[in-house]
């Protein structure tokens, strides 16, 4: 009587026995006690051994798996509906959609509520969700399998053609991706398709989420996006959903020109509801927190105030992520909600638990992939100090990199960070301007007990930064370095800041008093004085202003101002008399902003706003140097200027300058 081919699998795993003084255990495994005992096929059985359970978007092993909530994500969820039914004309010869965003854009919410929705109306083949800290589902080893058994489960003639094709490859899930791909699903469909109803041909969905998580290597992220647009050609039968941040990597894989014609991409990014959505969805779950807390009655009156709802949409920025954590953290059972969202906006200290631990593992998370953490950190540092007026070439400048070295390094950084072309910042087409596309990943980074090891002081850089952008321009005339404005940023930005700063020692340093009294600053003063170079006159006029803000921090600092505001007056008396002796404007601007006693006001708006005679100077440094003082809080920064000027001045010399100036105010009103 002759044996069948195939032997069901040996009923004693002895492998792992334990032997001692002649006896032993003997144990079965899970799969193999469920063979015995279900009758499947063999082939059935190995299936369901290299099956991810947790990549299921209903498995029960995933712990509140994210959703959109009701109302939220409504065009993207129709355009994705649309677009698998066929009925979406602009999409419907595309078969595959790529759903991109940054971290906690809500990608997972979208696709699982797209599954759960093609689940209910049975259009759904399988799903896929990858995560980086799952070693079941980090890499592509199950993906297949998992893939299969859903679709065996929707289709019973599926299970038996998939069962075959292991049973006659046991080695299969050895095999390459591809090779799996094509023996475990697209085959086994080819050989049910025929035998479908009509109505069974409507495109089946599979959807893939997550797929920068899928940490095994970029490669076989590619390979995964190859496998699929293959399989689009070959079984038109299937649409894939494909759910993940914008890696450079991946932008480069799907831009590929095998890819471009079969794809449609959704940015969410892009998505101007994302604000409403999130408010939408704050305003619901507030509602909920008042009337089913366990400590609803000791909520205030009115709560949250509308501002607070206001400021959290804005941190949000377009990210679901932060919203559902501060949610999660306020509705905790553990503590009163408004104490809760108190501590969320540091008017109290935090519990134990802390608000963002979550949101604060993510960045941590994306963060610590970097090859070269510490430049990156630092990169981050001036990203999330002066945000996007930040170019990539005036961060190398500050960094002291190479040209080019800030893209690379924040390749893989897509999902936090993006890059884009600002023409009316940057006059450089290779500097382009750079921003966070979260504004929490500014509390982040600078609050030492979220960060950890993370953490950088960011006075500290910002300090570090100013010295350099003195040093830079420094050498500005003999090197001919090409900036954009926003080099200017950290001399910018703490001059902003000055009326939340209540110690400006704070605001200087050895370092930066060091580069300051150094700066050539007549011979940086000459070709501004008789000329307009945009850049280099608003550096100049920040940087005299700096000074003036500093001066009275110590004696170091009052030096170096005084020292500089001499040269600088020095510098515009020369050039008066050496190139504009018998220029009327130049001697009427100069007695206005270096010799009148109260030079803090501007010219009449009609001088030196309208009138075309006088606005080519009052647009120069001298206009920009001066002007300062009107931006200053307590008005008397600069007041050195006039008195210096006029030790300068002898005598005669200064009524010559008043006879000039006046000469041109009378030919002003007579003309």
């Not at 170079?533 to 030096?559: C, M, N, P, W």
Request: proline letters at 5%; one cysteine or more; a negative charge.
């Amino acid at each position: 009587m002759s044996q069948s081919r195939t032997q069901p699998p040996p009923l004693l795993n002895l492998s792992h026995s334990i032997v001692a003084g002649g006896t032993f255990t003997i144990q079965h495994t899970v799969d193999q006690r469920q063979y015995i005992h279900s009758g499947e096929r063999p082939g059935y059985t190995r299936l369901l051994e290299n099956v991810a359970p947790t990549a299921l978007h209903d498995s029960r092993h995933v712990v509140d798996p994210p959703k959109c909530h009701p109302n939220t994500r409504v065009a993207i969820l129709e355009s994705v509906v649309g677009w698998k039914l066929g009925v979406d004309e602009e999409m419907n010869d595309k078969p595959m959609i790529w759903l991109k965003g940054g971290a906690g854009a809500g990608k997972s919410a979208i696709a699982r509520s797209v599954a759960e929705r093609c689940s209910e109306e049975g259009l759904l083949l399988g799903t896929f969700f990858f995560g980086a800290a799952d070693p079941t589902r980090n890499h592509v080893g199950k993906l297949v399998a998992t893939l299969s058994y859903q679709i065996s489960i929707i289709f019973p003639a599926f299970r038996d053609a998939v069962s075959t094709s292991v049973e006659e490859d046991p080695m299969i899930f050895d095999r390459s991706l591809r090779t799996q791909f094509t023996n475990l699903l697209l085959r086994p469909l080819s050989i049910i398709l025929p035998n479908l109803s009509g109505t069974k041909k409507i495109p089946r969905l599979i959807i893939i989420d997550g797929l920068d998580e899928c940490s095994a290597s970029i490669d076989s992220q590619r390979d995964l996006l190859f496998t699929l647009q293959e399989a689009t050609v070959t079984t038109p039968f299937i649409r894939f959903l494909v759910c993940s941040r914008p890696e450079n990597h991946l932008n480069s894989t799907f831009g590929l020109p095998r890819m471009t014609h079969i794809l449609q991409t959704i940015f969410l990014d892009d998505d101007i509801s994302a604000e409403e959505d999130i408010r939408l969805f704050l305003e619901d779950k507030f509602k909920e927190i008042r009337e089913d807390h366990i400590f609803k009655h000791t909520l205030p009156t009115a709560w949250p105030r509308p501002e607070m709802v206001d400021n959290l949409v804005s941190k949000s920025s377009g990210q679901f992520i932060y919203a559902a954590t501060v949610v999660k953290y306020v509705e905790s059972p553990k503590h009163r909600p408004h104490q809760c969202l108190d501590a969320v906006f540091q008017l109290r200290p935090a519990f134990k638990d802390l608000p963002f631990k979550e949101l604060d593992a993510l960045y941590r998370h994306i963060i610590s992939q970097s090859d070269n953490l510490p430049m990156v950190l630092d990169i981050l540092g001036i990203i999330v100090l002066y945000g996007e007026v930040m170019g990539t070439c005036d961060i190398e400048m500050m960094l002291q990199l190479e040209q080019g070295d800030v893209e690379v390094m924040l390749a893989d950084f897509h999902s936090i960070i993006t890059l884009f072309q600002d023409n009316d910042l940057h006059w450089n087409d290779s500097n382009m301007s750079v921003m966070s596309l979260h504004k929490s990943l500014a509390d982040f980074l600078s609050e030492a007990q979220r960060a950890g090891d993370l953490y950088r002081d960011i006075s500290a850089s910002r300090l570090l930064h100013i010295s350099r952008v003195i040093s830079i321009f420094s050498g500005r005339r003999e090197q001919e370095i090409e900036v954009s404005y926003s080099i200017i940023s950290p001399i910018d930005h703490i001059l902003k800041q000055r009326a939340d700063c209540n110690n400006a020692n704070l605001c200087t340093s050895s370092d930066i008093l060091q580069v300051a009294r150094q700066f050539p600053i007549a011979e940086f003063s000459k070709p501004l004085l008789t000329g307009h170079v945009r850049i280099d006159q608003y550096f100049f006029g920040g940087f005299l202003h700096y000074l003036g803000f500093v001066k009275y921090t110590s004696e170091a600092a009052q030096s170096v101002y005084l020292e500089q505001v001499r040269k600088y007056c020095e510098c515009v008396l020369s050039v008066l008399e050496d190139h504009l002796a018998d220029d009327w404007k130049a001697h009427f601007v100069f007695a206005y902003y270096h010799l009148l006693p109260d030079s803090r006001h501007r010219l009449p708006y009609r001088l030196s706003y309208r009138h075309w005679r006088i606005h080519w100077f009052t647009n120069t440094i001298w206009g920009e140097t001066m002007s300062v003082l009107d931006r200053i809080p307590d008005g008397d920064n600069l007041d050195e200027i006039p008195q210096i000027s006029h030790d300068l001045t002898e005598d005669i010399k200064q009524k010559k300058i008043f006879a000039l100036a006046a000469s041109f105010c009378i030919d002003f009103l007579c003309d």
